[in-house]
């Protein structure tokens, strides 16, 4: 969490919560930061060890995170975020009827991190939408194409830099077999 | 080179009619797809082996026009997110935003929001149990269900006076008080859709033609639902009870009795059977909330949440400064992130806000329960037939302004 | 004048005239109102109102006007053929439909013969097998729109068409074997004269649906699939592939398969009636031996027409109460369960119709 949204509640809120200690202890060199404000415990974490770490939120039965709820990422370019981009993950756990939020920070000339969607299905699509309007490359991931946007717009709208009124010129529609690249496992 | 992709590969040379696989497009304009969205399905005969789905077309930049709006200027847009029940993400967005407050709206307020929330869950349940079962012929059901709604539709005018584009929360409370001799007109409406839920009940619930047409169609497991990240009624007919108006509690549902109902195998029956005991579940939470339905206030007296009252602005200068302070810089909620859960009309509907104090929304982030259900839709019809896809997209209740947002 | 009547009474003549007057004053208005009856009654069923709204000034005459007006909207339309469409079949195509469901009246007599003069366009001999050949002529009109129209789902439509009518024609006819072998013939006039015989004196008339109850349910049940009604209208599909086979037509062609399919409608309703009801015989009215002829024949078209629509009104009735079937469970339906219940039907017939004989 960069500097300028840090206010003086959330530092009331920085007691670690279970979920933090026992990730700060399995991870200690990984986790940058963490805060529970509002009572939503949330952890940051270095890019490279976002596989590990989910595969320990998954598998292990002290975390037990069975659903991965959501993946978006913020553009901080008006607070003046260092890094720029951060990506968020939101985890549910029912056996323990707990919620996680994941943070990584990325850097805007570096916006590359790990796909999860080996480990948690839901994931794919998420981060096809991450990739269609944050322009984030997940690395590994199997079928990496916009997915609300078309394939011929430029740039990424939900970037700060992106003005909201730009204009894109209406692409012609595509015969069938220009549009789907038959074969690939669907 | 695949096989499938060697077989396309002659079908298009067009001198080899072996070649079995045939694309079909249905979508985006098909009378199956509720929403706009395209699944591209490749057809062996009758039999589906792979489809993919397309979606976007009803893309409206959701985030970036909320991020380039002032907090309170979100709450119109979160009614055109899921159009089938609007309340619910009005209330789902005004919470998220009380939450980064750190308030609470009053009891009555909850209790009204609950009230209102449990008719747009029903009409929610409605509209999908009954599209789903016009498209496999049971048009009567549908327009019988449709009329069961339009009760509902008319209360929500009455509350809110729009029947889709409500508009109806603001942060700490509601724009608005119950109307009058409101509660009795939802007693009598309530009895109205009892009568006609049994009514369908007898009509379609135990009809043979029907249980065939989804009895095993559409079946997902439930390690796949989770993985996928179901929730709401597609997860629990996988016999996941998770409801987050159970697991989280929030507002004041944890002081009204309910219960979740669950499925066994997962199939389109089972969700059909679960969608038809949240309606009545519905009912009697709306029933419990009416009878504890406290006196006071439906708005927090917090400054700067709600414009004050008129006498108050004409009549001190706190009020006129507040007044004008609200009307040009809007709401200021403190530096803060949080995720809201809520139980929308299709599943856990989350808000994940980011605000760095100044008073302009830096991340609005709504959190489209069907999106997990349209990307497993090749899983759960690759194996079935072409006119399985009908039930099993019907049971996803596939909302396009939620989905594509 | 002699010399008119001369020419009218000469068979091919008279067959002509006959065909116009059954076809033109019984099947097509009774196939066009029901265009507009199974949207009142749909809508009836359905707590709605149902179409009112076309209007000459102020009179709607509860929806009536818009028969017309649906009539002149699909004249001219334009009359559109998409592009790669085999254009001769394409155009073509939706009368094999309408002939097929046409002629079906063409056997079928609505009141008994005064003298030598039959309500009756033609007694063939081989009656009822008439009713097969062309009935089987009617899937063409299927197959054709569905492979000239250039369209997958035309194509998926037309071929669930095709297979769903050929094997339904199967035990359509293994289902009538039944009534063959009750009245011992297969001509209409015949059977239907069988059953004005009665059973213990005159109590009960030898109806076909009292002699084959089986094979009443079996027939209808081929029938409504074979004339792709609901809950057999997996062709159709409208959810699943828009319209089916119909689905690239425009204006009077879309038009030619709805009025075959509200025909074809009208001549299953007169088909079961005559087969299963009586035809035009009105029960135990030969106990009054002194009524007068024309007063017979009134009464004759009378209760024919009005089993005629409460057939009519239970396909209507069908097709807004149930669901449809999916295309391989109606396929299976008729092929696993139709099909070993209708030799069984001929069995037991045959059995006792031998321990009676």
């Keep these: ?85 951060e990506m968020v993950y939101h985890f549910k756990s029912l056996t323990h009827a707990s919620r996680i939020r994941l943070k990584v920070p990325l850097e805007e000339d570096d916006c590359r991190i790990a796909s999860i969607s080996p480990i948690w299905k839901s994931a794919d699509w998420y981060e096809r939408e991450c990739f269609d309007m944050f322009g984030i490359i997940f690395e590994g991931h199997p079928d990496l194409r916009r997915i609300l946007m078309y394939e011929e717009f430029e740039g990424h709208p939900l970037r700060k830099d992106y003005p909201i009124d730009k204009q894109q010129p209406l692409m012609e529609l595509k015969e069938i077999e220009e549009r789907h690249t038959y074969g690939r496992e669907l | 080179m695949t096989a499938l992709q060697a077989r396309m590969a002659t079908s298009k040379s067009g001198a080899d009619f072996s070649a079995s696989v045939m694309t079909i497009e249905i979508g985006p304009a098909h009378p199956a797809m509720h929403g706009i969205v395209r699944l591209t399905t490749q057809l062996d005969g009758e039999l589906i082996v ?194 987050v108006r159970r697991a989280d509690a929030y507002s004041v549902y944890d002081e009204l009795d309910f219960e979740i109902p669950v499925g066994s195998t997962g199939d389109c029956f089972d969700r059909f059977l679960v969608r038809m005991e949240e309606i009545r579940q519905s009912t009697s939470i709306i029933k419990q909330a009416a009878d504890k339905m406290p006196e006071g206030p439906f708005m927090t007296d917090e400054r700067m949440l709600h414009y004050p009252d008129k006498k108050d602005v004409y009549g001190n200068i706190e009020g006129l400064i507040d007044h004008f302070k609200m009307v040009m810089e809007g709401h200021h909620p403190p530096a803060g992130e949080i995720y809201m859960p809520t139980e929308g009309g299709n599943g856990e509907m989350g808000f994940y806000l980011v605000s760095d104090g100044s008073g302009d929304p830096v991340r609005v982030r709504m959190r489209p329960p069907c999106f997990n259900f349209v990307q497993a839709m090749p899983l759960m019809t690759v194996g079935h037939y072409v006119a399985d896809i009908v039930p099993i997209f019907g049971s996803v209740n596939m909302i396009g302004g939620e989905l594509d947002r | 004048m002699d010399f008119l009547l001369e020419i009218i009474m000469t068979p091919t003549v008279l067959a002509c005239i006959k065909i116009a007057v059954i076809i033109l004053l019984f099947a097509m208005p009774l196939g066009t109102v029901l265009t507009l009856m199974e949207r009142k009654w749909s809508a009836m069923i359905q707590d709605r109102v149902g179409p009112n709204r076309a209007n000459i000034g102020k009179f709607t005459g509860h929806g009536v006007l818009h028969l017309a007006a649906d009539g002149l909207k699909s004249i001219f339309k334009e009359d559109t053929i998409p592009k790669g469409a085999n254009g001769f079949l394409y155009l073509i195509a939706p009368f ?206 009378l209760k024919f027409t009005f089993f005629t629509v409460v057939f009519c009104w239970f396909q209507i009735q069908l097709r807004w109460t149930i669901p449809k079937f999916r295309f391989d469970q109606t396929m299976g339906l008729g092929w696993k369960k139709l099909l070993p219940l209708s030799l069984v039907n001929i069995i037991v017939t045959a059995l006792v119709i031998l321990t009676l004989a």
């Design chain 1, 1 to 85: 969490m960069s500097e300028s949204i840090k206010s003086d509640e959330m530092n009331a809120d920085r007691e670690a919560g279970k979920l933090t200690a026992l990730l700060k202890q399995k991870f200690p060199n990984d986790v940058l930061d963490f805060h529970a404000h509002r009572s939503d415990e949330t952890v940051v974490i270095e890019r490279d060890s976002l596989d590990s770490v989910c595969r320990f939120l998954r598998d292990d039965s002290r975390c037990a995170f069975e659903i991965m709820l959501d993946i978006t990422a913020v553009d901080g370019l008006e607070m003046n975020m260092k890094p720029r981009f």
């Design chain 2, 50 to 243: 792979g489809m993919e789905p397309e979606i976007g077309y009803l893309h409206r930049g959701f985030e970036k026009e909320s991020e380039n709006s002032k907090w309170i200027q979100v709450i119109p847009y979160t009614d055109r997110l899921n159009y089938v029940s609007p309340l619910l993400c009005n209330i789902g967005y005004s919470m998220a935003v009380e939450k980064l407050y750190g308030i609470e709206a009053p009891r009555r307020a909850e209790f009204t929001r609950v009230i209102m929330g449990e008719i747009s869950r029903i009409t929610d349940h409605l509209t999908c149990l009954g599209a789903a079962a016009m498209e496999i012929g049971a048009f009567t059901f549908f327009l019988w269900f449709i009329k069961a709604r339009e009760y509902l539709y008319e209360l929500v005018e009455e509350m809110t006076g729009a029947r889709l584009t409500t508009n109806w929360t603001r942060f700490g409370g509601n724009s608005m008080d119950l109307p009058d001799g409101f509660l009795s007109d939802l007693a009598d409406r309530l009895s109205k859709l009892e009568g006609i839920m049994e009514e369908c009940d007898k009509l379609l619930t135990r009809n043979k033609i029907f249980i065939d047409r989804v009895k095993d169609v559409g079946t997902i497991s439930k390690e796949d639902a989770l993985s996928y990240g179901f929730s709401g009624p597609m997860l629990r007919a996988c016999g996941i009870p998770f409801d």
């Design chain 3, 96 to 301: 094999f439909g309408l002939i097929a469901a046409v002629a079906t009246f063409a056997i079928i007599p609505i009141a008994g013969p005064i003298g030598d003069f039959t309500f009756q366009v033609t007694d063939v001999n081989p009656g009822l097998l008439f009713i097969f050949a062309i009935t089987s002529l009617n899937v063409y009109g299927a197959v054709l729109a569905g492979t000239s129209s250039n369209s997958k789902f035309a194509l998926l439509g037309g071929t669930r068409a095709s297979a769903q009518m050929i094997s339904y024609e199967v035990f359509m006819g293994l289902a009538l074997m039944g009534i063959f072998m009750v009245y011992g013939t297969t001509r209409v006039s015949g059977i239907v004269n069988g059953q004005n015989e009665y059973w213990f004196g005159n109590l009960i008339p030898m109806w076909g649906i009292f002699t084959q109850p089986l094979g009443f349910i079996l027939f209808f049940t081929a029938l409504v699939a074979e004339t792709k009604r609901a809950p057999f209208d997996a062709p159709e599909g409208e959810s699943e592939i828009v319209a089916g086979y119909f689905l690239e037509y425009s204006g009077m062609r879309w038009s030619a398969f709805m009025l075959a399919e509200y025909i074809s409608l009208v001549g299953v309703a007169a088909l079961m009636t005559t087969l299963f009801f009586g035809g035009y015989h009105v029960p135990w009215l030969h106990l009054w031996e002194s009524a007068p002829q024309w007063l017979v024949t009134v009464l004759q078209i």
